[in-house]
């Protein structure tokens, strides 16, 4: 039993020596780690002037060069790799913005990326020798103006605001003697309304749209006056006998008011008639209401006619005119080709029906420009 | 006596190892039968076409069931068919017939066979399908292609799993129709240009993206909404643009040019560039000091539009971005 003891004793021990060995590290392989590092420093993004040039990022790496890879994603910029070394080259370059490239130096899935920034030419773009700032103003009549725009760039876009649609581009003319500069000639169409309007006009070109110039127009509005009308210039074809005489809308007085026939029909739309001296090409008319709250006009036709017999549509309001009482409507500038002497404000309509029926107001006015 | 029961237990214990050698595991344990590659819904909706191929192959599957690869040859014929659309349709839309999947129009697809033979030793087939003109497809509709086994053809098949319903999406660099595809909306701008009323919206929203074709994505016009997905066809055709990818800017390569048109009726103008708003789809990516980055695709653009004639245009300064990994696209 005790010989057992022994030889058990004898086995674990061998077992147990074994095990430790089997252990120990392996100091005699040589493990080589390969290793690709581009320095901080040379991570760096870099920028190369507008003629060219070099710039060099150091690898520190001991994988073979035919091993690791770089490479550019712009054909501007070439990429050439040396032991422990890439060196990035531009040329020239000829245009007016600044190009961008992106470098990679890469072995196997670690990669390192360098951005690389080139200059552009110098662009120039002068509106009448200024970038920002000159401005030019015109009355409210129909009118033409230029500017020399000045640059080095093609000059392929002109832009003019949907909120300036009054100005437009009449031509674009060489400047003899001038390489650089164009006459640019811009038409304004006359201002129908009292409101001064404002046209930023913008040069931009495609060889770099972010240098861009501009000028302000601005064209005054309409000077418009009353036209002194009597009460022997208005009539209806429909005047209330019980109240409300036409004669109250040029009384100045809101409180009084003209009201056409409640109290017998007729067949057609009640109408206001205004005979004219003197024929005129346009004019703007205003008219406050009675202040109550029916016969307010909300479909009205202004029809106008040079002989009294003849008549033409100049408008037809369907929309904004007002309803409240003691409101008050001014139209837009209305005109024809032709002067006109008889000015008709027929009532289609009102809050309280359509026609033919009964329309109140309490003041009107024409007015017609200077 | 000590001994002898010794001796029964290691014969006992000699046959209960012999025992459990006695299962043939070398037998087949089920049967041989063909089936068509599917879910639980009879659909197959797995492959999605690349629209920057020119034509690009997904497979309708064969399979052949069973525990061990057969000795034989099994012959695979396969035939149109219509009722599995048929039922899908009905399950999911019922009335609503605007809404039923289609078949793939027959100018997309070439099925180069509609018979194969799964060989000996071998547990499917995979007929190729060409798909080409995808980019004809709404991406608002449903495709498929439906086909069901030739039983007069095909050897023994199962009868639960003849037939299968093949979903063709699509995609391409932009966005796909596997799943929905959003873009934010960041610095962004919408101007009314009325001078009575000039109303400007910053947009903070999402944008979904629709792919058409290799390089052009449908998506809504300014921060217009399309409402229920479900109902809004009449909207999208109103209020949707066209974004059409181009050639490399010569300032910088990780972006593209792009045109904007029309989808179907909206008028819609292109601006010249401005600022950041150059009308270029950009693969934007933003470094960190410590090396990572996070990268963007951006579509950076202006134009104005408007849903009617009437209307004042609305100004569109737009940066709609999406996050991506360009790890996960390369999967």
Known sequence: MRKNIVLFGLIGILISALGVNSCAPDYQTDFEVKTLIVPDKSLAPVFLPVEGGESVANVETNVALADWSTSSNAAWLSVDKKEGRVTMTAENNDTFAPRLARVTIEYGHQAYYINVTQAGNSPYLLVDGERTGVVKSFTAAEATTSVVVKSNMALDHILIPDTADFISVDAITDIPGSTDEKMVSFKISQNFGRNVRYGGITFQSSDNYDHTASFLIIQQGMVLAEL????????????????????????????????????????????????????????????????????????????????????????????????????????????????????????NGTNGGTAPTYFNMAEFRMYAPE | MKNNIKIIYCILLGFAVVACDSYDFEQEQYRNE????????????????????????????????????????????????????????????????????RFLPEECYTIPSL???????????????????????????????????????????????????????????????????????????????????????????SNQVFPLGENSVRMLAGDEEMGEYKTALNRINERSIKVVMGEQTSKNPMARHVTIEPYKTIDVVQLTPTDIYDNTFLINIISTPDGRSTYYKEFRLHYKYRLRETDPYREVKGILRMEYSPRTDLL
């Open chain 1, 228 to 347: 002194p009308l009597r009460v022997d210039m208005l009539s209806t074809n429909a005047q209330e006998p019980n109240e409300g005489p036409i004669a109250n809308l040029l009384d100045g007085n809101p409180g009084s008011f003209f009201h056409s026939a409640w109290s017998y029909s007729i067949s057609e739309a009640h109408y206001l008639q205004v005979t004219l001296d003197d024929p005129i090409a346009g004019c703007v008319f205003w008219y406050q209401n009675r202040n109550n709250s029916n016969g307010k006009p909300t479909d009205v036709s202004i029809m106008v006619s040079t002989d009294g017999e003849t008549w033409s549509e100049m408008v037809h309001l369907t929309s904004g005119l007002p309803t409240g009482a003691g409101s008050t409507y001014e139209s837009a500038f209305l005109m024809l080709e032709e002067p006109f002497k008889y000015f008709r404000f027929i009532v």
């Open chain 2, 34 to 101: 063909i089936n068509l590659l599917s879910n639980s819904q009879m659909i197959y909706d797995r492959q999605v076409a690349d629209l920057s191929k020119d034509r690009d192959t997904i497979y309708l599957v064969a399979g052949l069931s069973g525990t061990r690869n057969s000795d034989q040859n099994f012959r695979v014929a396969l035939m149109e068919a219509d009722s599995l659309i048929q039922a899908y349709n009905k399950s999911n839309f019922d009335i609503e017939i605007d809404r039923y999947a």
């Open chain 2, 115 to 205: 018979e194969a033979v799964i060989p000996a030793g071998e547990t499917q087939v995979k007929f190729p399908i060409y798909l080409n003109n995808l980019d004809k497809l709404s991406p608002d509709s449903i495709y498929f292609l439906n086909y069901k086994i030739d039983p007069t053809k095909t050897d023994v098949f199962n009868p639960r799993k003849d037939e299968v319903l093949l979903r063709i999406f699509k995609t391409n660099e932009y966005s796909t129709t596997q799943r929905n595809v959003f873009y934010n909306y960041t610095s962004s701008f919408v101007t009314t240009l009325d001078l009575n009323n000039p109303l400007i919206r910053r947009p903070t929203s």
